[in-house]
C-alpha cells in the first residue's frame, strides 16, 4: 500500500512539473500558465518528489531506498511520457462527446 502510496506522488509530481511549463500547460488548459500557478506547480511537484523519496526512505532501509527511488521515477517518468500524448486525444473525444450531448438535449 506504502509502495502505491510513493508511486502515486512521483507520478503527481512528475506531472505537476510537467504542467509548470507553458508548453504542455497549453497542451491541457489552451493557456500558458500565471507566474503564480507556474511557481505552485513547481513548488508542489517538487513537494511530491520529495515525499515519494521519504515514502521509499522508509518502506525499505535507507540503504536500499534511494535506489528504488530512482527506479521508481524511472518507471513514472516513462508512464507520464507514454500518457501526455493521448491527453490531447482523450480531451478532443470529451469535447466532442459533450457536444454531442448538448446538441441531443435541445
Known amino acids: 500500500m506504502m509502495m502505491l502510496l ?5 507520478l503527481a509530481g512528475f506531472a505537476a512539473l510537467c ?7 497549453r497542451q491541457l488548459w489552451e493557456t500558458a500558465p500565471g507566474r503564480r500557478r507556474q511557481i505552485m506547480l513547481r513548488f508542489g511537484g517538487s513537494l511530491m518528489l ?3 523519496f521519504l515514502l521509499c526512505g522508509s518502506i525499505w532501509d535507507w540503504k536500499i531506498g ?6 521508481l521515477l524511472t518507471a513514472t ?3 507520464l511520457v507514454f500518457m501526455l500524448p493521448s491527453l490531447g486525444r482523450a ?9 454531442n ?3 441531443h438535449s435541445s
Open 77 to 79: 517518468g516513462l508512464l
Open 19 to 25: 504542467f509548470a511549463m507553458p508548453r504542455h500547460h
Open 101 to 103: 450531448r448538448r446538441s
Open 50 to 52: 520529495a515525499l515519494s
Open 6 to 10: 510513493a508511486t502515486f506522488c512521483a
Open 66 to 71: 534511494p535506489v528504488a527511488w530512482l527506479g
Open 91 to 99: 480531451e478532443i473525444f470529451l469535447r466532442r462527446s459533450v457536444k
